[in-house]
């Protein structure tokens, strides 16, 4: 049989699901950290058929990534699997990131037909003392496997966290033993005064917490790790190659610092405005190992990429076709702004910012003047 060819990526998506409820009660989870663990499982306003005609390769323009990550447990409840399959029908790439022990869905997802696995991408959370605590390490490792013999891309990664500094070396250990390699590490922070100053969630000071992880060897880590902190005043295309979407409502933004955006699932024979953001909003790209490295700003870090950050290549945790094409950048198949254009969305959004900023200080004076005078 002719290999058949795999699409470039048009745009990517970064799926929410407010999903609170989880089978894991991680200390450094963001949502134990906020103190919003509510164990919802919400039902979609739209049915999974509806959402992945609302998504289709014509209305998004081609082949696109869509991410999907609950703030619980993803795969919790059975809507996000006939979800995936929605949108694999339609010719998209999926990727689920889950804490690898819902097997039952795991199951269902192997069944799907053989091109349907080919982009399908799993980034397991390795949350090791919950694995041991359950006895569910061995269930991790089997659902880890399954994916692979399936035909699926996947990476495995550990937040580094003070909680896990007594195990790294059994980690190590059990991860080389299981998987051939060590786990990509991801930086863990503090989900508390994000609009002034990322921190790590550590006792150790900064430079003991990178040297901690660097013994991981792990490409995620560093680049994560580099992008700390660190403020993007280049042209962003965040809003055209790239978008933010709550899968329970539909409401899709530019990305994470935009405060409006438009709901694409109530009438999808209507269009989708894809404009770039120009102007960043946040203090730092709030995920930039995805945005970044599929690149959203097409001059910065042009040699990393997605697959890079992720796989471990001697092991081959990505198929090659998935490795092409996460290597890959979103340029490939969009077209770069003129100058003028460029300059008109920059300064607009950057006016439009402001004005609303100032607004707001107005309304939160007033707010003050009449609480004394009361």
């Given at each position: 049989?002719?290999?058949?060819?795999?699409?470039?990526?048009?745009?990517?998506?970064?799926?929410?699901?407010?999903?609170t409820a989880c089978n894991f009660k991680c200390s450094y989870c963001y949502i134990i950290q906020r103190d919003h663990r509510y164990n919802k499982i919400p039902k979609l306003k739209y049915s999974a058929e509806h959402i992945g005609k609302a998504l289709s390769k014509e209305r998004l323009g081609g082949a696109c990534y869509f991410s999907i990550c609950g703030a619980g447990e993803?795969?919790?409840?059975?809507q996000i699997v006939e979800l995936a399959y929605e949108l694999l029908k339609e010719g998209h790439y999926v990727n689920i990131t889950t804490n690898g022990t819902i097997t039952k869905a795991f199951d269902r997802i192997c069944s799907f037909p053989e091109g349907y696995l080919s982009r399908m991408h799993f980034a397991f959370s390795f949350h090791y003392t919950e694995l041991k605590k359950l006895n569910k390490l061995a269930e991790f490792f089997s659902n880890v496997k399954k994916v692979k013999i399936h035909g699926c891309s996947f990476l495995v990664q550990l937040n580094l966290t003070d909680t896990y500094e007594p195990y790294l070396n059994e980690i190590k250990d059990i991860c080389n033993k299981e998987l051939g390699?060590?786990?990509?590490?991801?930086?863990?922070?503090k989900e508390i005064n994000l609009n002034n100053k990322i921190e790590f969630l550590t006792e150790h000071s900064e430079q003991e917490y990178i040297e901690q992880g660097s013994s991981f060897n792990s490409p995620l880590f560093d680049f994560t790790v580099k992008n700390f902190n660190e403020k993007r005043k280049e042209f962003c295309y965040a809003g055209d190659w790239s978008g933010v979407l709550n899968l329970e409502t539909g409401l899709l933004r530019k990305c994470y610092s935009d405060n409006g955006g438009q709901l694409i699932f109530d009438d999808i024979s209507a269009p989708i405005n894809f404009e770039a953001i120009g102007c960043c909003g946040s203090l730092f790209?709030?995920?930039?190992?995805?945005?970044?490295?599929?690149?959203v700003i097409p001059d910065l870090y042009t040699e990393v990429t997605y697959a890079g950050l992720r796989n471990r290549p001697e092991h081959n945790w990505y198929t090659e076709d998935m490795n092409e094409i996460l290597s890959s950048k979103l340029s490939l198949s969009n077209n770069e702004y003129s100058k003028i254009k460029k300059a008109c969305i920059y300064y607009t959004t950057l006016l439009k910012r402001a004005f609303t900023g100032g607004?707001?200080?107005?309304k939160n004076g007033l707010k003050t003047v009449l609480r004394i005078k009361k």
């Open positions: 049989m002719e290999k058949q060819l795999m699409e470039p990526i048009k745009r990517f998506f970064e799926c929410l699901l407010p999903v993803t795969l919790l409840g059975d390699a060590l786990p990509q590490l991801v930086a863990t922070r790209c709030m995920n930039s190992s995805h945005f970044l490295s599929l690149g607004i707001t200080k107005i």
